[in-house]
C-alpha cells in the first residue's frame, strides 16, 4: 500500500512511436461516426412497420441541376460533377436533373437558382419527403452534399479539383 515502487522492467511496454494510421482506417471511423449520428437523430419509432417509418423520415428529394450556356454548349464543371456522382455510384440517388438553360429564362433550372439564390451550377436542391418548398435545402458544392445527404466521405484531391474547376469558370 504505502510503496512507490514502479513495475519490475519487464511488465513495462516499451514507448511506441504515434504512426499514421492507413486512409481506409479514417473512411471507417468517419461512416461509423456518420451512422452513428444519423442513429442518435433518428426518432423513437414503434409497432408494426416502425423501421419503414424511421426510414422514411429520411427520404430525401435530390434534384441536380446543370447549365446550358446561351451558345448551347454545356457547362464543363457540370459534366464533371455528373462523371463524379456516377463513379461514386450515387446515380440513383439523384430523383431528377433539371436545366438552366441560359437561351431560356423561364426554364426551370433558372427558376430555381433565381429562388434560391444561387449564383454557380451545378447545384443540388434538397427536400424532405412532404417538406414545405421554403424548407429545401440548396447545396453548390458536391462533396458537401455528398457528405451531409449522402453520408459519405470526400478526399481531398476530389474537393481540391472541384474548387479548382470552381475557380477556373465564371458561371451564371
Known sequence: FGSSRLAPPS?????????????AMFAQRAAMRSAAGLLRMTPPCSGAGAGFAAARAFASKVTFVKKIYADGSTCQKCDFVWKQI??????????RTVVADERDMSSEGIVLAKRHKVQRAPFFVVNE?????????????YFKLKKEVFARETGENEKNEEIIRGMMRQVF
Open 129 to 141: 419527403e412532404g417538406a414545405k418548398a421554403e424548407d429545401e435545402k440548396v447545396y453548390d458544392v
Open 86 to 95: 456516377e463513379k461514386d455510384g450515387l446515380t440513383d440517388r439523384i430523383d
Open 11 to 23: 511488465r513495462l511496454r516499451p514507448r511506441r512511436k504515434p504512426s499514421a494510421a492507413p486512409p
